[in-house]
């Protein structure tokens, strides 16, 4: 079955949020809310694609609702990378895919005062992370191969055809 054939239990768009300094965003947030003990890992902002919605306007919206953040939908082009695969998550199960858009700033403080409710129960933080710093770090990091990948952008920012990276699950 090739993805285009595939039936997804989720999609997502997320946004890999680029700085003049070459940064990316990354929000922290807890693994599981209920027992903090389990540590936590770094995302980019995203989320989960609304009924009717394009991935650019699910990448748009999440954007505002995360970090703040209002762009226009065509701003964001087309996306630059992908992951999917299965995962039970406990609330899903089933095929999941989140798609990447690129979006650069000069500079950019970041609001989180849009989260949902869940959302706040598990952000612990946010950080600007430099592509040497994401190579070196020990922390959980999503997508899986993000600083390979930031390497490749900066060399190329729109590729011709989206990354493929690691599923994570």
Same mark, same amino acid.
Request: glycine letters at 10%; hydrophobic letters at 40%.
């Given at each position: 079955?090739?993805?285009?054939?595939?039936?997804?239990?989720?999609?997502?768009?997320?946004?890999?949020?680029?700085?003049?300094?070459?940064?990316?965003?990354?929000?922290?947030?807890?693994?599981?809310?209920?027992?903090?003990?389990?540590?936590?890992?770094?995302?980019?902002?995203?989320?989960?694609?609304? *009924?009717?919605?394009?991935?650019?306007?699910?990448?748009?919206? *999440?954007?505002?609702? *995360?970090?703040?953040?209002?762009?226009?939908?065509?701003?964001?082009?087309?996306?630059?990378?992908?992951?999917?695969?299965?995962?039970?998550?406990?609330?899903?199960?089933?095929?999941?895919?989140?798609?990447?858009?690129?979006?650069?700033?000069? %500079?950019? *403080?970041?609001?989180?005062?849009?989260?949902?409710?869940?959302?706040?129960?598990?952000?612990?933080?946010?950080?600007?992370?430099?592509?040497?710093?994401?190579?070196? %770090?020990?922390?959980?990091?999503?997508?899986?191969?993000?600083?390979?990948?930031?390497?490749?952008?900066?060399?190329?920012?729109?590729?011709?055809?989206?990354?493929?990276?690691?599923?994570?699950?």
């Amino acid at each position: 079955m090739t993805d285009q054939e595939t039936t997804y239990r989720r999609r997502a768009a997320r946004v890999l949020l680029l700085d003049g300094a070459g940064r990316i965003l990354l929000l922290r947030f807890l693994r599981d809310p209920g027992d903090p003990a389990l540590g936590h890992s770094w995302c980019t902002p995203g989320g989960g694609v609304d *009924e009717g919605q394009s991935l650019a306007q699910a990448a748009a919206r *999440e954007l505002r609702e *995360e970090v703040g953040l209002v762009v226009d939908p065509d701003d964001l082009g087309d996306p630059v990378a992908y992951t999917s695969g299965y995962a039970d998550l406990g609330w899903a199960e089933g095929n999941f895919r989140d798609d990447f858009f690129r979006l650069q700033v000069q %500079t950019y *403080e970041v609001d989180t005062s849009g989260m949902a409710g869940y959302e706040v129960t598990a952000h612990t933080g946010h950080r600007w992370w430099l592509v040497d710093e994401l190579a070196a %770090t020990d922390d959980l990091v999503h997508p899986l191969g993000l600083a390979a990948l930031l390497t490749d952008l900066l060399a190329e920012p729109r590729p011709p055809v989206p990354h493929q990276l690691r599923w994570h699950h």
